[in-house]
């Protein structure tokens, strides 16, 4: 079932387009990964989603309801940790996860308080003389511990140490356990990998590239070294391999799915030396961002570039 929505969704600002006709849906139960480089409209989607921004153009929904025209229910179903949380300077860290769990009908003081012993938090501190990665922990543990049935975190391992993210991965993935649903942008890669089931790529505002990380994590790189002049892939192995590079001796290959038909023929070329890697999300958001062509306009355009 869809529990989020969006079609054409634009978003100008005066003559900047910050967010392109997007168009997407979400999974209930999906861990949803947002990447993209700096500027490329993953905050204005998030925002927009929130009703906090007036689309330009084109149609968002969560949970059914429209997320500008009933921007109440949609926020009732939502849980957003913001890339720049702001919380209130004069309260200790206990009366803020007091307040905000009586705020929301899906919070709870006691969940947040056992999160913050969770990240060790000092809940006696007041906000203002906290430091940035505790003021950032301080809203993990509000948005983290309110059940709604989606959670939106903007950057949320910003400013962590990496204990502190850790565990908040850990969270990540309680949630997930939960079948609930989670939207997360992230610059760290690897994150993404560890909790995303499905990612989308953004450039200057368009969505460029839909990514299943169980596809991701078939697919593979193999460098060889060999002697021979004729490398020919043979006309079966075609379908699913590609030879990406070649230097001199050194070959460079990527496939996806079954390894065995592929690694029993290079088996019979008795190459000096193979090297099998897993492609990783880095290898594809390398090839999506310095691509040299032109930003394409579908998704669907973007995964035949890619592939
Ligand atoms: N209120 C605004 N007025 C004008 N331009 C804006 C506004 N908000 C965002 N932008 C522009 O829209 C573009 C997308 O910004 P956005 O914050 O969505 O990017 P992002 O992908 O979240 O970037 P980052 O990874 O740096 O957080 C940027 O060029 C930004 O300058």
């Known amino acids: 079932m869809s529990i989020v929505e969006t079609h054409a969704l634009t978003k100008r600002f005066g003559d900047f387009i910050a967010l392109d006709r997007c168009s997407l849906t979400v999974q209930s ?21 929130l009703g906090f921004l007036r689309p330009t153009s084109g149609t968002a929904s969560i949970c059914g309801h429209d997320v500008f025209s ?7 179903n939502v849980a957003y940790l ?11 860290g206990r009366s803020v996860l007091r307040f905000f769990s009586d705020l929301h009908p899906l919070g709870s003081t006691e969940r947040s308080l056992a999160l913050a012993d969770r990240f060790e938090l000092d809940l006696q501190r007041r906000v203002g003389f906290m430091s940035t990665g ?45 079948g609930r649903t989670v939207i997360l942008s992230s610059h760290v890669l690897s994150e993404i990998e560890q909790v995303c089931n499905r990612v989308v790529f953004l450039r200057r505002g368009q ?15 193999i460098v060889i070294w060999i002697d021979e002049d004729l490398f ?8 699913r391999v590609t030879q990406t590079s ?35 999300i880095e290898a594809i958001y390398d090839r999506v961002h310095h691509a040299e062509t032109e930003a394409v306009g579908t998704m669907n355009d973007a995964a035949q570039e890619v592939a």
Not at 71 to 76: D, E, T
Not at 207 to 221: D, G, Y
Not at 232 to 239: G, K, R, T, V
Request: hydrophobic fraction near 40%; proline fraction near 7%.
């Open 29 to 49: 139960g999906d861990v949803f990964g947002l990447l993209g480089p700096n500027g490329a409209g993953k905050t204005t989607l998030l925002r927009t989603l």
């Open 70 to 76: 009933e921007s109440l229910a949609v926020r009732q």
């Open 82 to 92: 913001p890339g720049d949380a702001r919380l209130p300077r004069h309260m200790r």
């Open 134 to 178: 505790m003021r950032q922990k301080l809203a993990l543990c509000v948005v983290l511990s309110t059940q709604s049935p989606i959670v939106i975190l903007d950057e949320p391992t910003a400013n962590l140490d990496p204990s502190v993210r850790k565990a908040v991965l850990e969270q990540v993935e309680q949630i997930r356990d939960a």
């Open 207 to 221: 969505l460029v590239l839909e990514q299943s990380i169980a596809a991701l994590k078939n697919q593979h790189r």
């Open 232 to 239: 020919d892939i043979p006309q079966s192995l075609q379908q």
């Open 246 to 280: 070649r230097d001199g001796d050194r070959i460079v290959l990527e496939t996806d799915g079954d390894l065995v038909p592929l690694l029993s023929w290079l088996a019979t070329l008795a190459p000096r030396e193979l090297r099998l890697e897993p492609l990783g």
